[in-house]
């Protein structure tokens, strides 16, 4: 069974730009939450989608977007970049029941000039 | 209340020894702590989690110990290898809520 598949793996954006971060979840998972981490932060929860509905929400401003598709898989975007949104942008999926094991992606490393 | 507690930071064992990462919660809500590990370069695995009705659980070197009064959970890894090295979250979730991440242990098992 395949894993979670982020894409890209590796991205470079100048501040200003925009950007959108994909994932597909493992098969017949139907919850996808994405993740920032940091060395100074560690992992930061952004939001969670099932079912094409945004379950979730952590403390991240407006600018930092998802949505998830027919499908399951889930699109990340975040508009206005800044220096300190370089980070590893993980995403992980879960069958969708409350409160079960996630699964994680390599994640999408994102640089900031 | 949200906040998962981990020590230590970083943690230097010999090959053959055992290694231990501790955690601490304050939500009684919390119903839910797995453990991951993480590679360089790659996303965390899932290494092993317990719910909050049994005290400990095993599976082949590592072992979650769990006290539910103390709100403390623990990883011991047995025989620890120079595979392992690794940086290990423990994590906390209840029903309705996102998981809530320890900021993670830096392992190093010298050979």
């Known amino acids: 069974k395949a894993g979670v598949t982020q894409t890209p793996r590796y991205l470079i954006k100048t501040r200003g730009q925009q950007v959108t971060l994909s994932c597909s979840p493992i098969?017949?998972?139907?919850?996808v939450s994405w993740y920032q981490q940091t060395p100074g932060q560690g992992l930061q929860f952004l939001f969670e989608?099932?079912?094409?509905?945004?379950?979730n929400k952590g403390n991240f401003p407006g600018r930092f977007s998802g949505r998830q598709f027919s499908n399951s898989r889930s699109e990340m975007n975040v508009s206005t970049l800044e220096l300190g949104d370089s980070a590893l942008y993980l995403c992980a999926s879960s069958l969708g029941q409350l409160n079960q094991p996630q699964h994680f992606g390599d994640g999408t490393r994102l640089s900031i000039l | 209340q949200q906040q998962v507690k981990q020590s230590p930071q970083s943690l230097i064992v010999q090959k053959g020894g055992i290694s231990i990462i501790n955690c601490a919660y304050e939500?009684?809500?919390?119903?839910?702590f797995p453990w991951y590990q993480q590679f360089p370069g790659k996303g965390p695995a899932l290494l092993i989690a317990i719910r909050p009705d049994v005290s400990e659980k095993k599976e082949g070197r590592f072992t979650i110990s769990f006290n539910k009064s103390a709100k403390q959970f623990s990883l011991h890894i047995m025989d620890s290898q120079p595979g392992d090295s690794a940086t290990y979250f423990c994590a906390a979730s209840s029903r309705g809520q996102n998981f809530v991440f320890g900021p993670g242990t830096r392992l190093s098992v010298l050979p």
């Open positions: 098969s017949g998972h139907r919850s």
């Open positions: 939500n009684t809500a919390f119903d839910y």
């Open positions: 989608y099932f079912s094409e509905t945004q379950r």
